[in-house]
């Protein structure tokens, strides 16, 4: 199933409509704050650029437009394009503010309309760079000419700048190029990423030891030279199908001789190549960066294999238009399913990754070249001086990735600075005749791979990551050549990055990097459970973290770099920020991870709350995660806050971040087997280990006794988080105290017992075979007499509240319900507040996004109310108000009374929580209600945390 292509359900569709309701109602604002900024001004000279890069970002909403957009481009009749805009095929002739854009002045000895004018620049241009759209304007009229038309000079489409708030989509051109070819090039790093890996599994099949480490290595090798040989005939780097001439026509038996002969001859340098080498192979240049120095074993190749590389993937694809990054993460899932799932590895999408990378270094390094490029007191000269010393700074930083796999977050982040560098050099080479600037052409690039560093366990993802970043360096060549205006030596390649292959968590960070060298550490390491690592992994874990380090074995595999990126950075001003399952901020993690982190005097500086991270991979993986950013720098901390998984974040400014991501300080909430105040003790339900066959549905339960009617008496109705809440039915057979008599009269109970019985005593556990000594009793047995209360285990993160109920002893709960015997109407109704789930979003473990409520963490370390008498019924009087409102609402399940979408149809009910929250908090003696719904949970976290502080000394 192509998941690309499936359409999103509607929650998401709701979700995207909304944002692009969002994004419409931002464009139009901004648009009329640049119509009131604009308003009555504009002179051609001094005005064009400053115009329309402000309306081309800020409202029409183009990106990199310094990159994208040219100005003043000089044409073969001696004079200039006022813009140029090469994606959209559109020039632009801007003339001053009142000039009649219908009258014709004299240009270049011929009196010309404004429209006329750019014609005719046009027409002295290669067809190629002929534009297919003439924007004339005068800063208080837009005309739009579609030169596609027939009368392309009269028939054009109008509005006045005080009219750009509506009319704004029909500026929308200018960046749907821009748009579309993104998605074009997603669309080919997926395809060419298939390809190659259908090549991948046909030359495979021709070692003859496909298995062995040698020659996996080996197919490694040799599939990211054929790639990057494909991308250097695309890219020019070659001569045109360079790669398809040298090979098309030769015998299967000669092309494995003939790929070891090109791969010598890329790798010698022209002036030491055998004087006599035939002519074909002459034609390839020098490439060097060690791509070609290592001898490997090429398998035989078939007429099959031939035409897939010379046809399917050579012809069929345009290489030079992939994009690294997501190309490096599809070129890597032709590794073997299985050996990605052992190595925890998941592929990032650019849109992921910069939420990484903005908040922990871009956002401020391109606030820092805005305060420079909009600076009016700057004269040309100390511009230049400035931008000359931040584009030296950014020559100077060092990037670390400890667990970089196919280079997505490094290739991402070099793409990232050279447009930042592309700006730069596109303002110092408009200045260059002001200022003399005569050195641009010679060495103007100072962005080198040298800066960034990985490491990565698997060879092939070592390999990807290589070539990837060697592919963004050249694509962003081609661009910058377009700036500077003169050739930029692609090959032979002058530097690499330096991507080590080891295990991150056995090897010495500083002997790669060290850490003083280092800026920014960035990445995606694997996300695997306690419960899915090998013995291995768990023994790393074990030896990174500090000795004395509690439930070490319980902690992610994640963990293991955050605890390693804290002792490495030391006291070095260092920031760096990970991906992560949101486990590392939840439940019994959180104490276990940040503790020995934040003991070396670390705190987080920004994070992304949960959220559900998807990926550009063919098998998508959907999991929910964090992103948490940590240093000891001083900084503002900053919280993107996720209402729900899938929705857009809302950029948040607490005071500050403790682990659980809430705005309290760095308390620890460890598991804890006893409540930490004086309150009923909680329990988990009935656990019977029985294969199922002690469970039955309403069905198969009248099925039964139809058949054993004397059954009846020992059937009970056996209810999870699920039925709980559903209102669903669902039954278990309890013969613990059944009789050998009553066993007489009930052979199929019997049966029943003997597959239990046998049931366990095939289990692989020692415990459970011993539990089939007695297969009529339950591995965990909790079966109260009196009323108890019932708190779901699991339960929709949409809802405000847990449903909790009360239950007597005719029933009996699964070990995903938790039961608090003996409960009186108070517990139920501090339970079932605001304060409660407040404390369990926050400290809580979730499953996936869902609730996931624990007694050892969550209710064993709430610190409960001291309310005197009075205070307390009030209490009791608005927690059975709630279970009054819940009895108005017959035939309505506990899931349909508390979907917060359908909290209209249930007003007593909403009332009802209302008031019990109103009154819990009396009990705490605090008063939040004039706060909106997430300011009111933070000061009750930033409450409990304090009173939790307090109670554990």
Not at 226 to 246: I, M, N, P, S, T
Not at 276 to 282: G, V
């Amino acid at each position: 199933m192509n998941v690309m292509n499936q359409s999103p359900p509607p929650s998401l569709q709701n979700a995207e409509s909304k944002n692009q309701l969002k994004n419409e109602i931002r464009r139009r604002e901004a648009a009329r704050l640049f119509t009131e900024q604009w308003e009555g001004r504009g002179y051609e000279k001094g005005d064009t650029g400053s115009f329309w890069l402000s309306l081309l970002s800020d409202v029409v909403g183009m990106q990199d437009v310094t990159t994208n957009v040219r100005f003043e481009k000089r044409t073969s009749a001696r004079g200039f394009i006022d813009v140029v805009i090469a994606d959209a095929k559109t020039f632009i002739e801007q003339k001053s503010l009142g000039v009649d854009l219908d009258k014709a002045e004299v240009r270049q000895g011929v009196k010309v309309t404004p429209f006329q004018q750019a014609r005719n620049y046009a027409n002295t241009l290669p067809n190629s760079q002929r534009p297919d759209y003439i924007i004339v304007c005068n800063f208080g009229e837009f005309r739009i000419h579609d030169l596609n038309k027939e009368d392309s000079e009269n028939d054009y489409l109008s509005f006045q700048l005080s009219e750009l708030a509506e009319q704004l989509n029909l500026l929308d051109f200018l960046v749907d190029p821009q748009r579309a070819r993104q998605v074009r090039e997603e669309k080919v790093s997926m395809d060419a990423g298939v390809l190659v890996g259908k090549l991948y599994e046909g030359l495979r099949k021709q070692y003859l030891d496909p298995d062995s480490e040698e020659n996996q290595h080996a197919l490694n090798v040799l599939c990211v030279r054929l790639v990057f040989c494909l991308f250097a005939e695309d890219a020019g780097l070659f001569h045109k199908d360079a790669l398809y001439r040298y090979l098309h026509g030769a015998p299967p038996h000669l092309v494995r001789g003939m790929l070891k002969e090109l791969f010598q001859v890329l790798n010698t340098p022209v002036g030491q190549r055998d004087p006599y080498l035939d002519e074909a192979l002459k034609a390839f240049p020098y490439v060097n960066g060690g791509l070609f120095a290592e001898e490997a074993e090429i398998p035989p190749f078939t007429e099959g294999l031939i035409d897939l590389l010379l046809h399917e993937v050579s012809q069929d694809t345009d290489w030079s238009t992939i994009s690294p990054t997501i190309f490096g993460g599809v070129f890597e899932s032709t590794l073997n399913p299985e050996t990605r799932a052992k190595g925890g590895m998941h592929y990032t999408s650019p849109e992921n990754i910069h939420k990484v990378i903005d908040p922990l270094f871009l956002d401020g390094l391109k606030a820092e070249l805005a305060e420079i490029l909009e600076d009016a007191t700057l004269g040309p000269v100390k511009r230049k001086n400035a931008l000359t010393k931040f584009h030296n700074k950014l020559a100077g930083l060092r990037f670390f990735d400890p667990a970089c796999g196919s280079g997505n977050f490094l290739t991402e982040t070099y793409i990232s600075l050279r447009r930042m560098e592309n700006k730069i050099l596109s303002v110092l080479v408009g200045d260059q005749n002001v200022l003399g600037f005569d050195d641009i052409g010679a060495t103007p690039l100072k962005i080198s791979l040298n800066q960034f560093y990985g490491v990565e366990i698997n060879d092939f993802a070592v390999a990807v990551a290589s070539t990837a970043l060697w592919i963004a360096q050249l694509q962003a060549n081609i661009e910058a050549q377009t700036i500077i205006t003169s050739n930029i030596e692609d090959l032979p390649l002058h530097d690499a990055a330096h991507i080590h292959h080891a295990n991150a968590l056995c090897v010495d960070w500083a002997d790669i990097l060290a850490p003083g060298e280092c800026n920014y550490i960035i990445g995606n390491p694997p996300f695997l459970g306690a419960r899915n690592q090998s013995k291995e992994q768990k023994a790393e874990i074990k030896d990174v973290f500090p000795a004395g380090t509690k439930n070490v074995g319980n902690i992610d595999y994640v963990a293991g770099w955050y605890i390693k990126a804290a002792e490495y950075i030391g006291d070095n001003p260092v920031r760096a920020a990970f991906v992560s399952t949101n486990s590392i901020c939840q439940g019994e993690q959180v104490a276990n991870i940040w503790f020995p982190v934040t003991r070396l005097g670390f705190h987080i500086d920004f994070a992304h709350d949960t959220f559900r991270w998807g990926n550009e991979a063919s098998d998508q993986a959907h999991v929910f995660c964090v992103i948490v950013g940590f240093s000891k720098q001083d900084d503002s901390v900053r919280l993107f806050h996720y209402a729900h998984p899938d929705a857009e974040p809302e950029l948040q400014f607490p005071s500050r971040l403790n682990p659980y991501l809430a705005d309290a300080e760095d308390v620890f909430v460890w598991n804890r087997s006893k409540p930490i105040c004086d309150v009923p003790k909680m329990g988990i339900g009935n656990k019977p280990i029985d294969g199922g066959h002690y469970l039955f549905t309403t069905e198969e339960k009248e099925e039964f006794l139809a058949q054993e009617p004397y059954a009846e008496k020992f059937f009970r109705k056996f209810l999870g988080s699920r039925e709980f809440i559903q209102g669903l039915e669902r039954w278990v057979l309890w013969l613990g105290e059944a009789t050998p008599a009553d066993f007489k009269k009930m052979p199929k109970a019997r049966e029943k017992v003997q597959a239990v019985r046998d049931f366990r005593l095939a289990s692989k556990s020692a415990p459970t075979r011993k539990l089939a000594e007695k297969p009529t009793r339950f591995h965990v047995e909790n079966m109260p007499e009196g009323t108890s209360i019932v708190v779901p285990q699991v339960s929709s993160e949409k809802r405000n509240y847990i449903p909790i109920g009360f239950s007597g002893p005719e029933v009996l709960y699964s070990d995903k319900i938790r039961l608090i015997p003996n409960a009186r109407l108070y517990h139920f109704g501090i339970l079932t507040s605001q304060f409660h789930n407040s404390w369990m979003r926050t400290v809580g473990v979730r499953l996936k996004s869902d609730y996931s409520y624990s007694n050892g963490i969550v209710y064993n370390n709430f610190v409960w109310p001291e309310p005197d008498a009075e205070v307390e019924a009030d209490v009791v009087k608005h927690a059975q108000a709630v279970l009054d409102a819940r009895e108005l609402y017959t035939g309505s399940t506990l899931a349909d009374m508390y979907d917060p979408d359908n909290a209209f149809l249930y007003p007593e009910l909403v009332k009802a929580h209302k008031e019990l929250d109103a009154a819990v908090e009396r009990a705490y003696g605090v008063d939040f209600s004039a706060l909106h719904d997430d300011a009111r949970e933070q000061e009750i976290v930033a409450h409990l945390f304090e009173l939790y502080s307090e109670a554990v000394g």
